[in-house]
């Protein structure tokens, strides 16, 4: 059978069990939209937590993006895993604990302040349609390139679908469609790569193929990553395992981008509220760990595959005749994500560090998706390779969704417009929220801003730069008031806005030299968040304390649940 | 049901003690091991690894992941030692 038809049988099966799962999890009550009725084991929700957090960019992008900067891919690898340290320690069982539906409901009890939580709902809005969009257009990316539509109908397709389950069965049926799609994302990912990793070294444990010596051809015997560092040693490019060469981005920026991504997984909305999702304060801090244990499955296979696939490619392209050029080349150069151009007329595909002989262009969105191809594996890994990718932008797209909703529906309908609601009217406005929000979703999906890429280190800047102090102190210092609350929030999100989009928009030729501190737009986002910490305190300080009665919320929400001990 | 009052403030200090430490930890894994050290590091090698670049791509994760066991692990511990069974 070709790809095709396997990706369609594929694909068609997984669009199947998610419908079918979102038919059995309808809901009834708020707290069933908003949390999924607050009774997901924790294991359960640490593999919805994977599916929610790990995207497109995660899954599609993250092996490609590290097997073109070697060592420095490790600001992901640390940033994006390191964060559930700090969500487990610090924020994860305390708003639990709490108890509410959104984490806007959470900072404006805790500051006491309506304008707190209006401050926070539009940061919650802004960092989840920012993140939305991009889930979409990977959602068209994979559509075009394997099943062969247009991307507009891919985008089409993939609206319809989270629209059925996350209006019919809110949270709750979010959940259950994140397990499924975490099993179908992780096998997706590692059947691939294990057999890649036996292909080349003989291992078919990616974590322990990826040091491994290579069975064969021109590089056999020695070890992979020497063997890569030797390859880039030719081609005039940097080593790939070295850390601060020229070439490279600098030690501080490494420090501060990994911070920023840290701090920035912690404030994500759409990760914190999965933690309402559990039973009790207990249960959110197992499942933080189970969270982070169904990442790690992908974070530490991920750079194993960026190495293998580094190693392929140039030894399939480079000095190959590009009129004997195998088939997955000429397919994805038709997507235009492949190009080469025969600067020295001589038909062979030079691949150079060196900008002037360099002949091929190669788009990082590929390495994972052409991966199985550039490997020769069959057509029914290529097929679940997709699913895979789908499962992943739909998945992280849901429970983007759904913290767009709540935070309308809860936090400014019911909470600050129509507060004599009924729940069956907040229900309802829920339901056409979450319904409105996918086609504003798909919209971008189709008429991407040009922007996207640029705005991803937007929306974890403004997370790390606005929630994360707010919350963290809101739990562990009493006596931080809703004014060093608001100037905080304010002077953490102008100060990142305003540097990004300087950086980004304006003066967009600016190197290292220009940088505060030499640290970049991606990584400004961690001194946003200082600056939030110090401003926050400095102003509580200054001003009177908190009234008792969230002085008192504090001290409870610091002890566990325990209605046995009530 | 009656039950002696719990200690609120033993418990935090309990709880932000051992929260301490597994942080620093998470520092040093974080920005020691994987960033400051990778160079001092990389001058050993484990298998086709050096070291500082096994860190930097897959050890770090491996200890996050234990820190977090650890501290829920303990937490159960106290929440015990204060709240019983």
Redesign the interface.
């Known amino acids: 059978m070709s790809i095709l038809v396997w990706t369609y049988l594929i694909v068609g099966f997984t669009f199947a069990l998610y419908i079918g799962i979102a038919f059995f999890s309808r809901v009834r009550s708020t707290s069933g939209f908003y949390v999924a009725g607050q009774g997901v084991s924790p294991v359960a929700n640490g593999m919805a937590t994977g599916a929610d957090w790990m995207s497109a960019a995660s899954f599609i992008s993250m092996a490609g993006l590290i097997s073109f900067m070697g060592y420095t891919g490790a600001i992901y690898l640390i940033g994006w895993t390191g964060g559930y340290v700090l969500l487990a320690l610090l924020l994860a069982p305390y708003l639990r604990k709490y108890g509410k539906y959104t984490v806007p409901e959470f900072v404006g009890e805790r500051y006491y302040s309506q304008t707190a939580r209006l401050v926070a709902v539009f940061c919650a809005i802004f960092i989840s349609f920012t993140y939305v969009a991009g889930q979409m257009r990977g959602v068209g990316v994979v559509f075009s390139r394997f099943l062969e539509v247009d991307v507009n109908t891919g985008v089409i397709g993939g609206m319809a679908l989270v629209f059925l389950y996350a209006t019919l069965g809110g949270m709750r049926g979010i959940t259950y469609t994140q397990v499924a799609q975490y099993i179908v994302l992780i096998v997706a990912y590692l059947i691939p790569a294990a057999a890649i990793s036996w292909k080349m070294t003989g291992n078919p444990i990616p974590q322990f193929g990826f040091g491994s010596r290579i069975s064969d051809g021109p590089h056999a015997g020695m070890y992979l990553l020497q063997a890569i560092d030797a390859i880039h040693r030719d081609l005039g490019l940097p080593e790939y395992t070295a850390a601060f060469v020229s070439g490279k981005k600098a030690m501080i920026d490494v420090i501060a981008i990994t911070m920023a991504l840290m701090v920035g997984t912690a404030g994500l909305p759409h990760v914190l509220i999965r933690f309402y999702t559990v039973p009790s304060a207990r249960a959110a801090r197992w499942s933080a760990m189970w969270a982070l244990v169904f990442i790690g499955l992908l974070y530490t296979t991920a750079p194993a595959v960026a190495t293998f696939a580094r190693v392929n490619m140039i030894q399939t392209l480079h000095g190959a005749r590009y009129a004997e050029a195998p088939p997955w080349f000429k397919n994805w150069e038709k997507t235009g994500l492949i190009r080469f151009a025969d600067r020295d007329g001589d038909g062979i595909i030079t691949y150079s560090g060196d900008a002037a002989r360099n002949e091929l262009e190669v788009d990082r969105d590929i390495m994972v998706l052409a991966n199985p191809e550039i490997a020769r594996l069959p057509a029914w890994v290529v097929a679940l390779v997709a699913a895979g990718g789908l499962a992943a932008a739909l998945s992280t797209a849901a429970g983007l969704l759904l913290v767009i909703s709540s935070s309308i529906s809860h936090d400014v309908v019911k909470s600050m417009l129509r507060p004599g609601m009924s729940e069956r009217q907040e229900l309802g406005v829920a339901r056409w929220t979450a319904g409105a929000a996918v086609l504003v979703a798909g919209y971008f999906g189709i008429h991407p801003p040009g922007f996207v890429a640029q705005v991803v280190a937007f929306a974890f800047g403004l997370a790390a730069a606005s929630f994360f102090p707010i919350l963290v102190l809101g739990v562990f210092s009493a006596r931080t008031t809703k004014q060093g609350a608001i100037a905080g929030m304010l002077s953490g999100i102008l100060f990142t806005a305003a540097y990004i989009i300087y950086f980004r928009f304006f003066d967009r030729g600016a190197g290292a030299d220009d940088w505060l501190l030499g640290i970049s737009p991606e990584g400004i986002g961690s001194v946003g968040m200082l600056l939030n910490f110090a401003v926050t305190g400095v102003v509580s300080w200054l001003t009177p304390p908190p009234p008792p009665h969230v002085q008192a919320l504090v001290e409870e929400i610091r002890l566990p649940h325990r209605p046995e001990a009530a | ?1 009656t ?1 002696k009052p ?1 200690d ?1 403030a033993r ?2 200090r309990a ?1 932000l003690r051992i ?1 301490g430490n ?2 620093l930890i ?1 520092l040093f ?3 020691g091991l ?3 050290l ?2 001092v590091l ?1 001058r050993f090698h ?5 070291l ?3 860190f ?3 050890g ?3 200890i ?2 234990v ?3 650890v ?2 692990r303990w ?2 511990r106290i ?1 015990k030692r204060f ?2 069974d």
């Open positions: 049901m039950r719990v609120g418990y935090w709880n929260l597994l942080l998470w894994t974080a920005f994987g960033i400051l990778v160079e990389n484990v298998a086709g690894f050096p500082g670049f096994w930097a791509q897959q770090a994760i491996y996050f992941i820190l977090i066991f501290y829920a937490m159960d929440d709240y019983g």
